[in-house]
Nanobody, 124 residues
Framework: QVQVVESGGGLVQAADSLTLSCVAS????????MSWFRQAPGTEREFVAF?????????DYAPSVRGRFTISRDSAKHTMFLQMNSLKPEDTATYYC????????????????WGQGTQVTVSS
């Protein structure tokens, strides 16, 4: 079993920056990819960013955040980060961290472990 905990959310103004963190624990020797999703009220949970376990850390972003968000990880500490710059009101959502995928990393159904989420609110 893997426990996933997000942190770093908050209330910011448009154009501000914010960094989210995610710590995975429970199976220290397990190698797994990690990802960020987000969900706004009344919408489906959507893919935001992905980073693989691979040594070269394959990375993928949703088009809506590419160029503004940066995903990174410290594998030794099983920690992942999401640096969010130039935030927009439409980025307002609960952000979820996911660990260990066995399928298409853009699909929520492919991920095995989820955190409880951290709220990000961007005011205009």
């Amino acid at each position: 079993q893997v426990q996933v905990v997000e942190s770093g959310g908050g209330l910011v103004q448009a154009a501000d920056s914010l960094t989210l963190s995610c710590v995975a624990s429970g199976r220290a020797r397990m190698r797994y990819s990690m990802s960020w999703f987000r969900q706004a009220p009344g919408t489906e949970r959507e893919f935001v960013a992905f980073i693989s376990w691979d040594g070269d850390y394959s990375i993928d972003y949703a088009p809506s955040v590419r160029g503004r968000f940066t995903i990174s990880r410290d594998s030794a500490k099983h920690t992942m980060f999401l640096q969010m710059n130039s935030l927009k009101p439409e980025d307002t959502a609960t952000y979820y961290c996911a660990a260990y995928t066995s399928g298409n990393h853009k699909q929520t159904s492919a991920w095995h472990y989820w955190g409880q989420g951290t709220q990000v609110t961007v005011s205009s």
